[in-house]
């Protein structure tokens, strides 16, 4: 089972409280106090723990006029203790409410307490293959700004025509289904999407189109087939003026289908743009990650109303068919560099890697997935334009780092840490590839990252561990000061007598990254929270000191 990491789901529900228990002691400022409901959300109650689910089978017609939707979820799941509790919990978000429960064609009682929902089943269930079928209505939460703040997205396209989606990562797929609302569990057998719309449009969801009925009421049911474990927020859907592209890409477990579903009127885009820079970020993403992980599902892009989300093998693309770091073609990093990709592309095409396949457990630890997301548009860069390119520009994107708070947030409430997951992350990852300082080695550890935890959810701790042992350099300090700390360290020098003294402020007593200097040239320099010194041509300080831009620090002369 994919949740099955290391440990037991019980022995990691007690580290979990561990966890939260750090992650309170590391944070200095004034946290919000989490409510009953945070807790239900985004734990593992006794409600949940008990059972696996092995497959959704999702039923959904939605309304556009009225903004409204009707679904069923028939919940496959396993019996994974001895003894669990009579009540199953299910999330789903008011003002959308469960209408009627079945097991076995008889009706089940349930009760709600505001967006949690217990279901009392019989006590007799069986160890596999158990189903639930959960009837549900009503009129989701609307995303104002997606996919920031998540919902149902009731949208038009340029033509004035119905456009509809949905994107939900950060509070979840209860928005929109009833589900289990947390990242811990995914259903090992994967999910069947069943859309119904009107006979003038077409449905998008993830995986492959098993079948398309015609419905006596002019309406069209698209059935899409999931067989790969996914997360419930992966799971998503587009329905909308859909024109089909399919192609066959040569990759390194085979042949792989990719389809783009774009829009009518965007086909000449997608063919002189998008089909080309997908191609060329597969190859270098398998080069650096491994094998695309969802081969049975295939690969799509899909035109969506919005700027772009990493839904499992149905990747949403909202940008504007040109190459930079956001729509008007620019480059954020402003070293040029990032106009030689579409961002959005490789960003989200990586997180099939980091994101799809590997999950973090909780989304206090979505710098796993954003991070590593990062990095593969340095890496990218660098098969297009070199090695120097990317890390010029990785460099540049260090002034976007806000260090308003830890990356990290309190686990088992539902938190998102801060927005720095994206690039903070993804600096982590930068720097230690600048220390590792072999190519070959630093990509061995990301396909190692692949295999090991193949369709797998993980911890920030299982990652670093990882990466640390494969790669033969403890790394731990630089976990701990970058992703739960918000504090940047300090290089503090003085020049005195031809010998340079210098060591490491602002940061934890173990910090000790090693750095080059122009003053020290090739030579790596170990600095630590003491004070250390060492001989120092006086020819090599005609100009100021300056560290390596490849190290996310601060420079302060003492005098």
């Known amino acids: 089972m994919k949740q099955q990491v290391i440990m037991s789901k019980k022995l990691f529900f007690l580290v979990l409280l561990n966890l939260v228990f750090c992650s309170l002691q590391a944070q200095t400022e004034v946290l919000r106090t989490p409510t009953k409901q945070d807790t239900l959300n985004g734990s593992i109650t006794p409600e949940r723990i008990w059972w696996d689910i092995q497959h959704y089978d999702l039923t959904i017609k939605p309304d556009y006029t009225n903004r409204t939707i009707t679904g069923k979820n028939v919940i496959e799941y396993n019996v994974s203790g001895k003894k669990h509790s009579d009540l199953m919990q299910i999330d789903l978000v008011s003002p959308l409410k469960i209408d009627s429960v079945f097991q076995k064609g008889k009706k089940i009682e349930y009760s709600q307490n505001q967006n949690i929902w217990y279901l009392k089943l019989p006590k007799n269930q069986s160890t596999t293959k158990n189903k639930i079928e959960i009837f549900y209505s009503g009129k989701p939460t609307e995303s104002i700004k997606p996919p920031w703040d998540g919902g149902l997205v009731w949208a038009k396209d340029s033509l004035n ?20 609302n947390t990242m811990y569990d995914e259903p090992d057998k994967g999910a069947t999407i069943s859309v ?22 002019r309406t069209l049911t698209y059935t899409w087939g999931v067989k790969n474990p996914i997360s419930h927020y992966a799971i998503s859907f587009y329905v909308g003026q859909y024109e089909n592209i399919s192609q066959t890409y040569k990759g390194t477990k085979g042949n792989l289908t990719m ?23 597969m190859k270098s993403l398998e080069n650096w990650f491994g094998p695309y992980p969802f081969y049975e599902d295939g690969f799509k892009m899909v035109d969506a109303p919005y700027i772009g989300m990493e839904h499992q093998s149905a990747i949403a693309y909202g940008s ?21 990709t579409d961002k959005i592309i490789v960003h989200e095409m990586a997180h099939e890697w980091f994101g799809n396949n590997i999950t973090a457990i909780d989304i206090a630890d979505r710098w796993i997935q954003e991070g590593f997301a990062g990095l593969a548009e340095e890496l990218v860069i660098a098969d297009i334009s070199g090695k120097q390119a990317g890390n010029e520009f990785m460099a540049g994107r260090f002034r976007t780092i806000n260090n308003d708070k830890p990356v990290i947030a309190r686990y088992g409430i539902n938190e998102d840490g801060s927005q720095d997951n994206y690039v903070k992350g ?37 990652i670093e561990t990882y990466i640390s042992s494969a790669s033969g350099i403890e790394f731990n300090y ?64 005609t100009v100021p000191l300056k560290t390596d831009l490849n190290f996310y620090i601060t420079v302060k002369e003492i005098e």
């Open 426 to 462: 993804w600096a982590i990852l930068h720097m230690i590839k600048m220390l590792i300082d072999d190519d070959d080695k630093f990509k061995k550890i990301l396909q190692g990252l692949n295999t090991e935890y193949y369709h797998k959810v993980v911890t920030t701790k299982q």
């Open 161 to 180: 025509r119905p456009w509809i989606s949905v994107a939900c990562q950060y509070k979840g797929a209860s928005l929109w289904y009833p589900c289990k």
């Open 259 to 281: 389809d783009y579903w774009i829009l009518d009127y965007n086909k000449k885009k997608a063919e002189r743009h998008m089909i080309p820079e997908v191609n060329i970020t």
């Open 478 to 541: 630089l976990f701990d000061q970058y992703l739960r700390t918000k504090e940047v360290p300090v290089f503090e020098y003085e020049l005195k007598n031809n010998e340079l003294h210098y060591r490491y402020a602002n940061c934890n007593k173990n910090f000790a990254m090693p750095i080059k200097t122009n003053w020290t040239k090739d030579n790596w320099i170990h600095p630590t929270t003491t004070w250390q010194s060492l001989p120092i041509e006086q020819l090599s300080t």
């Open 196 to 217: 119904i719309v009107a006979d003038t449009l077409v449905a998008i969801a993830n995986g492959r189109l098993l079948r398309k009925t015609k419905n006596n009421d």
């Open 320 to 340: 504007s068919y040109k190459k930079g770091t956001n729509k008007i073609g620019g480059d954020i990093s402003n070293t040029g560099w990032g106009k030689k």
